[in-house]
Structures are given as structure tokens and as C-alpha cells.
């Protein structure tokens, strides 16, 4: 079985915002966390927290927290959450970020 953290991630926060939720909880790993940095410097949520692991409670793994952004007529701040999917596997982590953010490279 295949998995990609990264379109469960903003899966997760897709579904938050439908649902009208104030956070969201997903998976961490660097790429992730890089994506949840500028999304906050560009103020597409209010702010997150990376949680740190903590196997007495069984928590395996690191998370963040999201604090999603609405509008002041409740609308969400971020829509049109999506991933783009390249063929160059070369160059797919650097494509994905200008993609996602609409940012040409240099």
C-alpha cells in the first residue's frame, strides 16, 4: 500500500474547514511542516504547533495542530485546497511547492 502524507494532510484540512472546525490535527514530517510554516506567514491560518512525541499517552509520532482562519462572515480564509502531481521525479518536491503556492522559480 502506497501512502502520501502529504494530500492525507490536506485532506484532513479540507474537511475541517467543510465541517466549520477551529483546528485540525495532521501527521507530521518535514515537508509538511515547511508548507504549515508559509501558509502562516502568509496568514492563510491563524497559527499551528508541532507536537512533540510522547509515548505515555502512546502517541508514536510528531503532529500539528492547524488553527484555521475564517473570514468575519465565516467563510474559509483557504479554499481550493489542492495537490499537483508532476511526472519529473527529479524535480517533484521543488514542483510541488511552486505549484501549490503559485510561485514561479527563478
Not at 68 to 86: A, E, F, I, S
Request: with cysteine; net charge positive.
Amino acid at each position: 500500500m502506497i501512502s502520501d502524507p502529504l494530500a492525507d494532510a490536506l485532506t484532513k484540512v479540507r474537511n475541517a474547514y467543510r465541517a466549520g472546525h477551529k483546528q485540525v490535527v495532521v501527521n507530521h514530517n518535514n515537508l509538511i511542516e515547511n508548507i504549515i510554516k508559509i501558509l502562516a506567514e502568509e496568514n492563510f491560518i491563524n497559527s499551528y504547533q508541532v507536537n512533540e512525541r510522547n509515548p505515555e499517552i502512546k502517541k508514536s509520532r510528531k503532529t500539528v495542530t492547524l488553527y484555521l482562519r475564517y473570514t468575519n462572515t465565516g467563510d474559509p480564509v483557504l479554499t481550493g485546497v489542492q495537490k499537483y502531481q508532476l511526472l519529473e521525479d527529479v524535480f517533484m518536491l521543488t514542483h510541488k511547492i511552486c505549484h501549490l503556492f503559485s510561485i514561479i522559480p527563478a
